[in-house]
């Protein structure tokens, strides 16, 4: 059996295939892009609760995602019918455009409990998680840029993930991670995430 560490790296070095084999037209998916922007964000940074928000995601996390959508690997109600209409054209030139907008960098609007993200930062210190989303919690190649994420769809993610509701990319690499996560441990997690460039740059 893989050991944890292994599957993670794994991920890491995976081959991007049709979902990121080349560079996308920033401009093309800028104009693609406003049909996301109600849900999404004008700049990609989202406003509303469960709704992630996309500025400085990766190019290749993003292009995954999309292909899943697309595929109905990963389904959902509302992405499905409007994913389905796009190109693989539009999918690369949607990831270059949100991966060249400015991350979300704001400061947590109130102070968030310090032991509630200690423990969120243990967690992720015993997981191993910068081995994929870096140091800086910001993703490389098809690892997801984490830091500053909505908390509240941090929690859908590893819940999703932990269910196995959500695919992995490539190997079941989130999937494993979540899969021993109690709520308690989760609600953590997305706390320290959540508020990670704020308080620990």
Same mark, same amino acid.
């Given at each position: 059996?893989?050991?944890?560490?292994?599957?993670?790296?794994?991920?890491?070095?995976?081959?991007?295939?049709?979902?990121?084999?080349?560079?996308?037209?920033?401009?093309?998916?800028?104009?693609?892009?406003?049909?996301?922007?109600?849900? /999404?964000?004008?700049?990609?940074?989202?406003?509303?609760?469960?709704?992630?928000?996309?500025?400085?995601?990766?190019?290749?996390?993003?292009?995954?995602?999309?292909?899943?959508?697309?595929?109905?690997?990963?389904?959902?109600?509302?992405?499905?019918?409007?994913?389905?209409?796009?190109?693989?054209?539009?999918?690369?030139?949607?990831?270059?455009?949100?991966?060249?907008?400015?991350?979300?960098?704001?400061?947590?609007?109130?102070?968030?409990?310090?032991?509630?993200?200690?423990?969120?930062?243990?967690?992720?210190?015993?997981? /191993?998680?910068?081995?994929? /989303?870096?140091?800086?919690?910001?993703?490389?190649?098809?690892?997801?840029?984490?830091?500053?994420?909505?908390?509240?769809?941090?929690?859908?993610?590893?819940?999703?993930?932990?269910?196995?509701?959500?695919?992995?990319?490539?190997?079941?690499?989130?999937?494993? %991670?979540?899969?021993?996560?109690?709520?308690?441990?989760? %609600?953590?997690?997305?706390?320290?995430?959540?508020?990670?460039?704020?308080?620990?740059?």
């Amino acid at each position: 059996m893989k050991t944890f560490l292994s599957v993670m790296a794994a991920v890491v070095l995976l081959p991007v295939a049709h979902a990121g084999a080349a560079s996308g037209d920033i401009e093309a998916g800028r104009e693609r892009a406003k049909i996301c922007g109600g849900c /999404h964000g004008a700049n990609g940074i989202s406003a509303s609760p469960g709704i992630p928000s996309l500025a400085g995601q990766r190019d290749q996390f993003l292009q995954w995602q999309l292909v899943f959508f697309r595929s109905g690997r990963r389904p959902n109600l509302l992405m499905g019918p409007i994913i389905a209409q796009l190109s693989d054209a539009d999918i690369r030139n949607l990831g270059a455009y949100y991966a060249s907008l400015p991350a979300n960098t704001a400061p947590a609007e109130t102070k968030p409990d310090e032991a509630v993200r200690a423990k969120g930062r243990q967690i992720v210190a015993d997981h /191993h998680c910068a081995n994929c /989303h870096t140091d800086s919690l910001r993703g490389e190649r098809a690892a997801a840029s984490i830091a500053d994420q909505r908390e509240d769809y941090l929690i859908k993610a590893l819940t999703d993930y932990r269910s196995g509701a959500r695919p992995s990319v490539g190997v079941a690499a989130m999937t494993e %991670a979540a899969s021993g996560l109690n709520d308690e441990e989760i %609600a953590a997690i997305a706390k320290y995430v959540a508020t990670f460039q704020a308080a620990d740059k």
